[in-house]
């Protein structure tokens, strides 16, 4: 049964920093470009960033320089790294996995909640 299953989201005041970890199962990452997204309150859900089966990373221009995205394909998980956090950070976080050979196996995790607030 393949999982998705995000943690480390919670409560952080502004410029604080949280790391987002997705623990998969069911399948194996190596295949899989990975990638987080977000979503707001009343808002689109949205690519945070990306991490290929090569590793080539890609990110939303709103959180360049301050999100990391990494992967660890022996222990099938993948990170988000986010530092001076912002009040617009604050969402719904989910993993994503798709496989790079075949894109209709897309497997999303339920989310985790980040609050940036003071």
């Known amino acids: 049964q393949v999982q998705l299953v995000e943690s480390g989201g919670g409560l952080v005041q502004p410029g604080g920093s949280l790391t987002l970890s997705c623990a998969t199962s069911?399948?194996?990452?190596?295949?899989?470009?990975l990638s987080w997204y977000r979503q707001a309150p009343e808002k689109e859900r949205e690519l945070v960033a990306l991490?290929?089966?090569?590793?080539?990373?890609n990110y939303a221009g709103s959180v360049k320089g301050r999100f990391s995205i990494s992967r660890d394909n022996a222990k099938n998980e993948v990170y988000l790294q986010m530092n001076s956090l912002k009040p617009d950070d604050t969402a719904v976080y989910y993993c994503?996995?798709?496989?790079?050979?075949?894109?209709?196996?897309?497997?999303w995790g339920q989310g985790t909640q980040v609050t940036v607030s003071s």
């Open positions: 069911g399948f194996t990452i190596g295949t899989y470009d």
């Open positions: 994503r996995a798709r496989n790079y050979y075949y894109p209709n196996n897309d497997y």
């Open positions: 991490i290929t089966v090569g590793s080539i990373t």
